[in-house]
């Protein structure tokens, strides 16, 4: 039995979640899969609750759990509050009790919606990228950090520090990801200035030989900012640091268009993991049932892919959405405001229609 903890949180959070349970059950009746779901709160709705964004008793329960799906936390409402009990303060707690280390980030330009992005056409069309972040190390966490002195003498400083366990442990996962997919991994540093990641590419070549079917590539951070924008077909996997890694994520993720269709998983080493899209609670449209619910659904089968081991069923899911968005399916972040578009309750429906076609 696998364990799913559902966190809908705040603005569309709840909006978005709801069409990706909706996909699951279906698939869990109809596959007989043994899953047991539990919802709780987090973010602003447990500070409204309880007065903090995430109770003792939530992470107990991810903590039990095999998987946490998240919508998104956050908004204007409670900007106001300490950071401390900051509704973001929630997934920073999450991300490092559950000791999630990768972040995996898959960009995909999908057919129909190829004129959505800002580049041409012959240069995105088909890209498929997983970007894999380590989350938990890096200059993000390394110390010494602050700010220090007075006046002119103040000095600020941040340590970007990565020991070569850290280095192996995301490596290996991106390597493994890797022979699943195309088989090419390009691993990002900057070994001409910094020799924290000379170390990281001394690391990455060394456990190469463990994997002679994975194509390894080296490439200087800014040139690989520049590459994907230039030619993003020449990615497969991109393994990177934390720092990077913020950077190229988002790079990467924009070449698709819209911040409606990017899902998210973070993996611990156990495989358990907190599954989640990219964009957040999008408080100027919550509750006007106009949310994408895309990327959370395209989430919830990186969920049943990676950490419950339901490939097929996964891929099934991601072709349905395919095909309903090559049947014309566009919520109103995709239509470019022109034309009809679907509601949130009306973009999963259209996905399950296609799901359930693929299962006759
Ligand atoms: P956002 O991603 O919430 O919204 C940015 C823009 O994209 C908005 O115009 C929004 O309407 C649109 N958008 C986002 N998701 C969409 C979807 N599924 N369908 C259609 N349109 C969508 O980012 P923001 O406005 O910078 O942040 C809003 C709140 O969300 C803040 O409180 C922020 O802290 C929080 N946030 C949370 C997460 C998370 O929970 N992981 C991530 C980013 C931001």
Redesign the pocket.
Known sequence: MAKILVLP?D??GPE?VAEAKKILLWVQKQEGLDLEFEEDLVGGAAYDASGVPLTEQTLSLARDADAVLLG????PKWEPLDYAVRP?RA?LRLRKELELFANLRPARVYGALVEASTLKREVIEGIDIMVVRELTGGIYFGEPRGVTGTGEARKGVNTMVYTATEIERICRLAFEIAKGRRKKLTSIDKANVLEVTELWRDVVTGIAADYPQVELNHMYVDNCAMQLVRNPKQFDVVVTGNLFGDILSDEAAMLTGS??MLPSASLAASKKGMY??V???????AGRGV??PL?TILSAALMLDLTLGYSDAARRIELAVENALAKGLR???LTGGQGPASTTSEAGDQVLKELQTLYQ
């Open positions: 949180g603005g569309i978005v998104a936390v956050g908004g973001e997934l911040i409606g989640e899209p964009h957040g609670s999008a408080p100027d449209i949310a994408n990327a919520t109103a972040d």
